[in-house]
């Protein structure tokens, strides 16, 4: 009863296809690419050994796999499950069959064919992976059925299917791949035509959820929502009384990434919230912290229980109080009474260490009796430090004022809580300190400055300001860390060969360089502009990326620069929502241009060094193994779910959305994406240029290629500049193309300190002018 449908597996099947196609048209391409190769190569020097085993592994993505994934599922008594797996493993079987007779074999050189040491007889490869494609469909068939432990070791065998198919010779990497998105698509098949647990929520299988919880429901009547909030339902006893049901069928306490970014600029001190790992636990959760604060005084919606649907999501049962929501209600009809109400519910929260936050309008529920009464607990917290109710402080006045106005609001909250808790709520009146569903709540109806301007009045104190993100400490660790780099890294060669090089550089070439540092930083100023959809100030805009050479570049994460722009578009008149999406835009076009580009240079790498003869020997093999098992049990921990993986899809998601405007604007599109390739191409021409002040003979391709990887990789690294980890990856990437250490060294460190660090000193001169005149 629990059984449905969802739209996502319709994506899931487009990217599914997609994928198979674009690695179609790569195997169709003559030859195999050498980083292909290598990892071929290399994985056939695993001991011959583990053959036996290995064969035996790939049964599971064989017809011995699918009769007894089938077979044991209807054993237990799940035909459902048997039915899905029992047609994902045979469609995967006969796509990929389909797919050898259409396609033919992929030919390969004999140089590979000769370093195939299991015995590989021809010269040839199916396309795509048979065994993948079917140990993948069916996972995925049955990922719905499963635990999340469960259904991790499912995939965690799939890698191993695929890791066989390429030691034992029957496929390429390639159609490895590829045979794991065509069996992801063919597991997902089932879903769309018979449905899957979760997907769906009947109203049987509520009312029998009610029946098994001990209630006697005469109607159950679900109401309207949106379709990212949580099913809800009113009930009607046998005994006349009303009840309200919330399912609630997904994680809705998310603060994302793009949500912590912003409370960052805004300089908010606060501490991250617990996070929560099932919705059953949200269920449970909230109804914690409901009894908590009704036994603290506070008026809340009382809570009667809390369950689960089987083979369905969890519920939270309240009962139905009638009476208005404070967003439905006139100015006239909020008395003042009602509102010290409200904020003496507020101080008894922070009495008792309860935060609320999500105090919006729509969930204070003022009943027949003129009493607020605050529900949706979804997104509160139980034993934070004192000060967070200075959150709460300020969602509800910002909540307050889009109800009565900005006045009464300061007026009644002055009158009620402590000075220090509405001073503490002042940096929170941003929105960059307030979630989306505050902005949606306030757009067009209240002014956060005016409402801060307001309250810092009514409280004789400042209102906060932007200031200079570099802190005595950063700039502490940029020099300790400067030093270090500079001075240690050339030890990797002779320090005596490097101070020659350096001393021999055609100081011309030099001049090159840092020309094209600067020429990057001032095209960088097109991503601004091409990012937002207002006209902004040619001049000023370049000035702001000139200084933001200083503010970015001396930060961990680069959040001077997001900082200062935003200061920028915010002095021009831009709503802060506004601006915000601009930068959000902006690091998803850095995103997703340097993620292209460095694909590209990987492959370009890989044309230029010899990377099928390069041997790695048995025990790096097991030490990528080690540090891989421990990758896959972070990721696989609670920790790496709620912390990593969940976040990241989150990042990802908003990206594509921030993105969506500009592909539909051609202007937009130019100026974004000329800023984002011009400032990697430049800086990479620096690179070159320095390069070529110690030795006329390089590959140039490649140099940029190295430089575009070793930037990007290295920028992951959480130092202000990608400190230590760019200069390694530049040295690694230019002594593997063979160029002599200590000309690599000497110019990898002479390239950053000219093209990344020489323009943060006209950055601060800029930046200090800049703040003499308003502009930032």
Same mark, same amino acid.
């Given at each position: 009863m629990s059984i449905g449908r969802h739209p996502a597996d319709v994506a899931r099947l487009v990217l599914a296809a997609g994928v198979v196609v674009a690695c179609l048209f790569a195997a169709r391409a003559p030859g195999v690419n050498p980083v292909e190769q290598s990892i071929f190569t290399e994985l056939q020097r695993l001991p011959a050994g583990l053959d036996r085993a290995l064969h035996v592994l790939t049964w599971a993505g064989w017809w011995p796999g699918i009769v007894l994934a089938a077979g044991t599922a209807a054993y237990l008594g799940r035909a459902r499950l048997s039915l899905a797996l029992a047609w994902s493993g045979a469609v995967a079987w006969l796509l990929a069959l389909l797919m050898h007779a259409l396609i033919g074999h992929r030919e390969v050189s004999a140089g590979l064919v000769a370093a195939a040491t299991r015995g590989l007889a021809t010269g040839t490869f199916d396309f795509p992976s048979t065994h993948v494609a079917i140990a993948a469909a069916l996972a995925t068939a049955a990922g719905p059925y499963l635990t999340r432990t469960v259904r991790g070791a499912a995939w965690v065998v799939v890698i191993a299917v695929a890791v066989a198919d390429v030691v034992l010779a029957y496929n390429l990497p390639l159609g490895v791949f590829a045979g794991g998105f065509l069996g992801w698509g063919a597991g997902t098949l089932p879903h769309l035509a018979l449905g899957a647990p979760g997907r769906g929520t009947s109203r049987q299988a509520v009312l029998v959820a009610l029946q098994q919880a001990g209630l006697d429901p005469a109607t159950v009547t679900p109401l309207r929502r949106r379709w990212n909030e949580p099913l809800r339902y009113d009930i009607v006893d046998t005994a006349g009384e009303r009840l309200q049901m919330k399912v609630v069928r997904r994680l809705h306490r998310s603060a994302g990434p793009g949500y912590q970014t912003r409370r960052l600029l805004a300089s908010v001190e606060t501490e991250h919230d617990a996070r929560l790992s099932t919705p059953?636990?949200?269920?449970?959760?909230?109804?914690?912290?409901?009894?908590?604060?009704?036994?603290?005084?506070?008026?809340?919606?009382?809570?009667?229980?809390?369950?689960e649907i089987h083979y369905g999501p969890p519920f939270l049962i309240r009962r139905a109080i009638g009476g208005r929501l404070l967003s439905e209600l006139g100015p006239a009809e909020v008395d003042d009474g009602l509102l010290a109400q409200l904020w003496r519910d507020v101080a008894a929260l922070g009495a008792v260490h309860i935060a609320h936050h999500d105090l919006r309008a729509q969930n204070i529920l003022v009943d027949g009796e003129g009493c607020p009464r605050i529900v949706d607990f979804t997104f509160s917290r139980v034993g934070g430090p004192p000060g967070q109710a200075a959150q709460d402080a300020a969602e509800l006045l910002v909540s307050v004022a889009s109800v009565v106005g900005i006045h009464r609001a300061v007026q009644s909250a002055v009158r009620t809580l402590p000075a220090d808790t509405l001073r503490d709520a002042l940096p929170h009146l941003q929105t960059l300190?307030?979630?989306?569903?505050?902005?949606?709540?306030?757009?067009?109806?209240?002014?956060?400055?005016?409402?801060?301007?307001?309250?810092?009045?009514?409280?004789?104190?400042?209102?906060?300001?932007?200031?200079?993100?570099?802190?005595?400490?950063?700039?502490?660790?940029?020099?300790?860390?400067?030093?270090?780099?500079?001075?240690?890294?050339?030890?990797?060669?002779?320090?005596?060969?490097?101070r020659s090089a350096v001393l021999r550089a055609d100081w011309r070439y030099l001049l090159v360089a840092v020309g094209a540092g600067m020429a990057a930083v001032l095209i960088s100023a097109l991503t601004i502009l091409g990012a937002c959809?207002?006209?902004?100030?040619?001049?000023?805009?370049?000035?702001?990326?000139?200084?933001?050479?200083?503010?970015?570049?001396?930060?961990?994460?680069?959040?001077?620069?997001?900082?200062?722009?935003?200061?920028?578009?915010?002095?021009?008149?831009?709503?802060? !929502?506004?601006?915000?999406?601009?930068? #959000? &835009?902006?690091?998803? =076009?850095? $995103? *997703? @241009?340097?993620?292209?580009?460095?694909?590209?240079?990987?492959?370009?790498?890989?044309?230029?060094?010899?990377?099928?003869?390069?041997?790695?020997?048995?025990q790096w093999w097991v030490a990528a193994a080690g540090v891989a098992a421990v990758l896959v049990g972070v990721l696989v921990s609670r920790f790496g779910r709620i912390r990593l993986l969940r976040p990241g899809i989150r990042l990802a998601r908003e990206m594509w959305h921030s993105m969506?405007?500009?592909?539909?604007?051609?202007?937009?599109?130019?100026?974004?994406?000329?800023?984002?390739?011009?400032?990697?191409?430049?800086?990479?021409?620096?690179?070159?240029?320095?390069?070529? !002040?110690?030795?006329?003979?390089?590959? #140039? &391709?490649?140099?940029? =290629?190295? $430089? *575009? @990887?070793?930037?990007?990789?290295?920028?992951?690294?959480?130092?202000?500049?990608?400190?230590?980890?760019?200069?390694?990856?530049?040295?690694?990437?230019?002594?593997?193309?063979?160029?002599?250490?200590?000309?690599?060294?000497?110019?990898?460190?002479?390239?950053?300190a000219l093209t990344f660090w020489l323009p943060v000193l006209p950055g601060v001169v800029v930046f200090r002018i800049l703040q003499q005149r308003g502009t930032v």
């Open positions: 059953r636990h949200e269920v449970e959760h909230e109804a914690y912290v409901t009894l908590l604060a009704e036994r603290a005084g506070v008026g809340t919606v009382p809570v009667l229980l809390a369950g300190a307030l979630h989306h569903r505050f902005r949606r709540q306030f757009a067009g109806q209240v002014s956060l400055s005016a409402l801060r301007e307001a309250l810092a009045d009514a409280l004789d104190c400042p209102v906060p300001s932007f200031h200079s993100p570099v802190q005595p400490t950063t700039l502490a660790l940029l020099i300790a860390g400067g030093l270090a780099v500079y001075l240690l890294l050339p030890e990797l060669s002779s320090i005596g060969e490097v959809t207002e006209r902004l100030p040619v001049g000023r805009t370049v000035a702001v990326q000139v200084a933001a050479a200083f503010t970015g570049r001396t930060t961990a994460g680069a959040l001077g620069f997001y900082g200062i722009n935003l200061s920028f578009l915010e002095r021009l008149g831009l709503p802060r !929502a506004h601006a915000v999406g601009v930068l #959000v &835009l902006n690091r998803a =076009a850095t $995103f *997703v @241009v340097a993620g292209l580009m460095t694909v590209v240079g990987v492959l370009i790498i890989g044309n230029a060094v010899p990377v099928g003869t390069v041997h790695i020997g048995w969506l405007p500009v592909l539909r604007s051609p202007r937009r599109l130019v100026l974004l994406v000329t800023g984002e390739v011009g400032f990697l191409l430049l800086s990479a021409g620096g690179l070159a240029a320095t390069l070529a !002040a110690f030795t006329p003979h390089f590959p #140039v &391709l490649a140099v940029l =290629a190295v $430089f *575009v @990887v070793g930037s990007t990789l290295g920028q992951l690294l959480p130092t202000p500049g990608g400190l230590g980890a760019v200069e390694g990856a530049l040295i690694a990437g230019l002594t593997a193309l063979g160029l002599d250490p200590a000309d690599a060294i000497a110019a990898a460190l002479v390239n950053r």
